[in-house]
Every structure is written in C-alpha cells, then in structure tokens.
C-alpha cells in the first residue's frame, strides 16, 4: 500500500513529499577542500557544526545521478530513501527495478575519522574525476554534494545564463509560493 493508502496515487505521494518538514536543518556554506594522497578529505568544521551530533551515525556516500559528483547523506537520510523507494515502488515494473538498480549503484557506509576526515573509495574519486581540489555543496533533500572544482564550476558557468528563468520558473509559481507561504 502506499503513502496515502492508495497503490499509486502519485499526486498524493508528490504532496506527502512536498509538505513534509524538514527533520535537519538545511546545511548551508560552500566549502573547498583538498584531497590528500590517500583520498581522504577534511570534512568542514561549520558543515560538522550544522550536522552536531548526527555525525557519529555515519554517512552513505554514492554516485550522483545528475551529473559527475557524489551525494553524502547521513546514513538515517539514506535509509528514509530507500524506505521510500521500497514502499512506493512496484519490485515487478522493471523501469522500478532499474530506477532503484541505479540508485543505489555504489553505495557504501564512510564515517569520519577521529580527526574528521573523510575516506572517499577509490572507484567513486575516478567517477567524479576529483583530482585534489574539490568542493563541497550541501544540496536539496539533504544531500551533500562533493565535487572535483574544476567540474563545479564549468556546472555553475552553464546554469549561469539560465538562472534567472530558473529562479522565475520556481518562486514564480503560485502552487509552490502558496505552500512556502510566501
């Protein structure tokens, strides 16, 4: 059964998700860091500060699906989107089965280390083609993103000319100003 008791009453999912309440406060800063030799990375002390205590869980860190990064989430993050993913999704539609296949692609638990240091795996520095200078992004849905620099900022300079469609496209529409009370 799903979210509101139907199989697939996807405007009442899309709601459900809409109107939720944060449960972390959204990060905020962004943060360049260097990778040392061994592929460890100095987790920023403000984001450690945002995070508090939730960062003795752990984290998930994985592949993005968007585009040539790494999304970390706080392992109870990762868990409600898998939980998600499992309720609402049909495991006998294969474009589900996919979706989900793709997802989780890469997957592994990172915690940090007594210094705060974050160990990236090898597999996941060379998909996100991170060569030393990274940066990091706290992101919608409370991921944290990782980048190479260098692929950060050639992805800002290509939202750049559309940013301001963009910002119209979102705070313009009333459905979504309406919700924000705005």
């Known amino acids: 059964m799903g979210v509101c ?10 709601e459900s998700i809409f109107k939720q309440k944060p449960k972390m406060a959204h990060l905020i800063g962004t943060h360049e860091c260097k990778l040392d030799a061994k592929g460890r990375l100095l987790f920023p002390s403000s984001i450690r500060k945002q995070l508090s205590d939730t960062v003795n869980e752990g984290f998930v860190i994985k592949p993005s699906t968007d585009g040539p990064y790494l ?3 706080l392992q109870a993050e990762f868990q409600k989107k898998l939980d998600f993913l499992q309720d609402n999704l049909n495991p006998f539609i294969q474009e589900n089965q996919q979706y989900a296949r793709f997802f989780i692609r890469g997957s592994r638990t990172v915690e940090l280390d007594p210094v ?10 060379v998909f996100a083609q991170i060569k030393g ?5 706290p992101g919608l849905n409370r991921i944290i993103e990782i980048w190479d620099k260098d ?7 290509q939202i750049g000319p559309n940013y301001q469609a ?5 705070w313009g ?6 919700n924000l009370n705005i």
């Open 151 to 157: 692929a950060y900022e050639k992805d800002l300079s």
């Open 116 to 125: 705060g240091r974050l160990l990236i795996p090898k597999d996941l520095i």
């Open 166 to 170: 963009m910002g119209k496209a979102i």
């Open 5 to 14: 008791g139907k199989k697939w009453d996807f405007d009442c999912i899309f």
């Open 71 to 73: 999304e970390l989430y």
């Open 173 to 178: 529409n009333s459905l979504i100003n309406k």
């Open 133 to 137: 200078d990274l940066v990091i992004q």
